[in-house]
C-alpha cells in the first residue's frame, strides 16, 4: 500500500484543478466536445511499470494502455544478472541506467585515484567519451587503474555519451503495453532513439588525472543509496535496488575501486523532500561521496543545494526533468536518465501515430509533471494539434485520496480520442476517477 502526504483535496472545481486556464475556461475546451467513444490511455516512466496493475482490484482495467519509458534495449544476460540478485524481479526499468551510474562513478574515482567527490567529478564526463572502447566492469576498471583514458559503453550509455552539463545526448525509449493481466508485454515491445550526438562532450581526462601506477588516496569509495524505497515512485524501487545492487557486486568482483570494496549505504527518498533531506544528512555524516539518486526530478531540485554545500556528487538514474539541465549544481549533478524533452518527442510520436483529433493530458502538480506535460504539448503542437483540441489539467499529488470526480467530468464533456496520464502510483485514483464517470477506455 502506497503511502501519501496531506489531506484530501476538495471535490470543487477550484480547488480540485490546476488547468492550463482558469477552472470553467480551461483551454482546450471547446463547443460540442469531441469523441463520445472509448478513449486510447497512454502513460509515461511513472506509471508504465508492471506492478502498477497493482493499483487495482479490477483485472484488466490497464489493458490497451501503451506509453514510454526511457530504456535501452536489455540483453538477456543483463537480465538474468539482475535476476540474481532479485529472483522476483518484474520490471526493468531504470535498471540500467542505475548500473551504469554506479559503474562510471566507480571508473571516475580509479582514473581520478581518490574519492573525493571533485576529483571524480572531474572525471565523470569524459568517462562516456573519447578514448579507448569498454564495455566490461572488469576492463575498465583495469583501462583506469592504469591511467588509461577510456569510453565507458554501457548497459544505457551505449551511444552519444554525456553532454558537458552531465546528462545522456541521445537515449532509447521503450514504448510498452499493457495486456489483460495490467502487466506490461514484453512481446509488444518497441524502441524509439531521441537526441542528438552533435551535442555529446569532447571531454577527456583533464589535466591531473591520475598517471600510470600513482598511489590512490580516500579508498574506500562510499555510494549512498536516495531512491524511492516508499513513497509514490516505490513502483520504480526494485529494478533500481537491483541495478544498484549488481554494479557493486561487480565492481568489488572486479577488485573493487583503489583497492578496496566500494561501500554501498542504502537509503530512502520516500518520493518527498522531507525524507530525502533527512537521508542526504545521514549519508553526509557517514561520509559518503556519491550520493545515488533521486528517484523523482522535484525531490533532487529539493536536496540539491544540501548535497552542493556538503561538496558531494549526486547522481540520478531517474531525473527526467528538463529544468535539471540547468541547474546551479556547481558541476557535483549527473544523470544517466534523459532530459524530458526527448521523451516528450518520443511519446508525441506514438501519440500522433494512432491518429487521435483531440487530446487530454493529465498531469501530477510537480517539477516532473508539469515539465513532461510541456515537452509533450510542444511535441503536438510542432505536429499541428491546435490549442482547441487539447486539453490539460493537474491533480495535487499530495493529497492523500486524490479526487478527480470534477476532472474527470470535464475530460467526459470534452470528449478526447486520447488522455494522457503523467504521474507515478497515485495516478491510479485518477484512472478510478475516470472509470466512475463512466469514461471508457480503449481495450
Known sequence: MRTRRGAAIAAACAALLAGVTACGSTEGSSEGGGSTGPIQLYGTDGNMISSFGDEFDQPGTLRGMKGTTPMAPLTDDFKNRLRSVDPNLGDFVYSGETYDAVVMSAIAAELAGSTAPAAIAAQLIGVTSGGTPCDTVKTCLSLAASGTDLVYSGVSMSSGGFTDVGEPSVASFATLHFDAQDQLDAGKMEFVTAGDETQASTRTA?????????????????????????????????????????AIREVNAAGGVLGEDVVFIKGDDGTSPEVAKATVASHISAGVHVILGAGASGVST??????????????????????LTGADDAGLYFRTA????????????????????????VARDDEYGSGLEENVRAALDRSGVTSDNLLALTYDHSAETIDFSGGAEQIKEFGPDALVLIGFAESADVIKALLSAGVEFKH
Open 302 to 323: 529539493a536536496v540539491l543545494p544540501q548535497v552542493k554545500a556538503a561538496g558531494l556528487i549526486l547522481f540520478s538514474p531517474c531525473n527526467t526533468a528538463a529544468s
Open 338 to 361: 534523459p532530459p524530458d524533452v526527448m521523451q516528450g518527442a518520443a511519446l508525441g510520436d506514438v501519440i500522433l501515430r494512432d491518429g487521435p483529433k483531440r487530446i487530454a493530458i
Open 206 to 246: 583533464p589535466p591531473g588525472a591520475r598517471p600510470a601506477n600513482a598511489a590512490a588516496s580516500g579508498a574506500p569509495l562510499k555510494i549512498g543509496g536516495l531512491l524511492p524505497e516508499t513513497g509514490d515512485l516505490k513502483l520504480a524501487y526494485p529494478p533500481m535496488a537491483a541495478g544498484a545492487a549488481l
